[in-house]
């Protein structure tokens, strides 16, 4: 058995951790299958603590909080804590360009490793290993009251006050498959408010266009 430094789980198939580990930049067999299925894995785990330790909180609560937990950045975190950069198998391009230090990467191997985790040995034993590293995290989100995320407010601003809605453009995306840039616009018709985000991903870029608007907004 092969015991993951920082992971704390003793593999019986150390090729699951080693495919965890491996960027398609490397060549296959890679992480991104074992991404997918990490990715609705995580989101479970996560879930299923939100409803358990906020009885009363609400579907819109719950979502928010769990979207903040699994949010790119906040894997990313989760994957820099366990060390997985370091430890990640790249190719030379992602080598060159400090790919282990890149959050979708993280995020990506993150997810991969609790697939193989699950894999390995099941869901219960997956659950018990990762639940403990997102205690943190969700200790620190305030109870039934996580923060929105900047469209979701930006949306709620307009509707109060029966305004339009914003309307995003993808101003443009530039890089390579694996290290995409997204630059996204956020027009507002009433007030007339135009903002610009950036980011890996046009979500991203899109929660940053918004939080621009709504720093205009309350500066009017």
Known sequence: MTRGDRIGHPFRDPGLLQQALTHRSAGAPHNERLEFLGDSIVNLIVAEALFARWPKADEGALTRARAALVCEGALAAMARTLELGQRLTLGPGEMKSGGHRRDSILADAFEAVVAAIYLDAGFEACRARVLPWFDAPMAAVPVGKPEKDPKTRLQEWLQARQKPLPVYELVSETGD????????????????????????????????????????????
């Open 177 to 220: 498959d694996h290290a995409r840039h997204f630059r996204v616009r956020c027009r507002l018709t009433d007030p007339d408010v135009t903002t610009e985000g950036e980011g890996s991903s046009r979500r991203l870029a899109e929660q940053q266009a918004a939080a621009a608007a709504i720093e205009q907004l309350d500066s009017k």
